[in-house]
């Protein structure tokens, strides 16, 4: 409960409650004030129209005019109604319906009074409270009022009325604050709960969405993303780990026995000149390895960030060729560039450049003799990287196994490599939002690389600005 008084959310509740509370009793205020002082009102206009009356009438018939008609009209009124007292100077009553002039006056405001007066009903006796009015006729004194029972009736029903109303307002209010916070409480402690276990180590644990879509559904749809997000990259870098590990133990125990075995022979500097040459070339090998898992890590866990600036496609892809020229001629393979002047794509230059250059390695690679051809060219609004060779090729059940890690088909094994080349390349497309896949070229194999609409048109634009001279 302590708990409870100490959060935001009670505070706020405790806020908008005060606040509430503040309007309906300034609402009920205003209420009781514009209409408690009715009925006063309406007999303050009664009286005066009376006396006002009776103030022509004696201006016309004079004094005994007028004593006629205090006297006809007490006759006609009942106290509890109109009350009439007409006295001489000394206060001796003339005309009326009251036995006495009031001895207790209370003057409430310019020209008005309040006097306590007595009513006989039947069984008893009440003491009422007139208001009124007076006039002084020649030396005469005239007074005329009436009975604030009604009115006082009125204004206590009023108000307890108003108290009514405030009480169960204020309490639905007092509810409806708890319940409101209850509610919001209950959405933060399911959100920390799940933040508990993930902190104890269940990475699988996900907050729990009421799928309303407010702002508690957002933030917890925020954190799953991100929960995701790092899962994501922990079994990457854990996958990527355990390859490493899985994949260069055997290598680096054959280099071990082979050198322990050389030790055991007998001292030969030739031999040893050439088992040193053995593990140089088979320490390479391994280096290849190790940079080809850490170049696909890195792409896998890259942010779009990296991927945020101007790259030359065309510039690349002559760069790479001109790299694969001196392999082509020694194989007499046939290699044939299609590039544009330039082709600005957003990309990692360096990422990029891999992976043309894994495709480009692969053609060369597998493809005994004939014609392989890189051309890269803008397909719509996207990029197009198209790599082909006439070798061998791959057959379709195979064409998207080979993508994973360490895939090498049968007839490869002669041929240097780790199975990572195009594992690399499907990761820097997946980066850039790009694809990559394989096609028949028939024959031989197509290798199609596409990086998607946004980065050729964005570019575009960015270019433009580029080109713009600087401030
Ligand atoms: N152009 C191609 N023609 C025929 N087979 C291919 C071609 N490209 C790839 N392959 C097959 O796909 C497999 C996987 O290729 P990938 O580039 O991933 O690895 P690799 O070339 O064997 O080794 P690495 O590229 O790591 O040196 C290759 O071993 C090969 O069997
Ligand atoms: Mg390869």
Redesign the pocket.
Known sequence: MARFFNTNAFRLAALYFALFAGSVLALFAFFYLSTAGFIETQIEQTVGAEIRGLQEQYEQLGEAGLVALVRERSLNERVDNMIYVMTDPFLHQIAGNLSTWPRRITPVKPGWITFPFEVHTRTDTEIHTALGTQLIVGGDRLLVARDLRDATVFRQHVLSTIAWAALISLGLGIIGGLLMTRQMLRRVETVANTTRHIIHGDLAQRIPLTGSGDEFDQLGGNLNAMLDQIERLMVGMRQVTDNIAHDLRTPLSRLRSRLEVTLLEKPNSARYAEVLRETIAEADQLL??FN?LLSIAEAEAGSRRDTNTTADLAEIARNVAELYEPVADDKGLTLTVGVPDSLHVRGDRHLLSQAIA?LL???L???PSGTVSLSVARDGDAARIEVA?T????PPD?REV??DRF???E??RS?????????L?RAVATLHGGSVRLEDNEP??K?IFTLPAASAVATEALRASDARPAA
């Open positions: 290849g390895t080809a894994n390695d692969n053609a690679k597998y493809t060779d070798g061998p090729g791959i195979r080979v993508f895939v090498r088909l007839g490869s041929t240097p490599g780790n199975g990572l080349g195009l594992s390349v031989g194999l290798a």
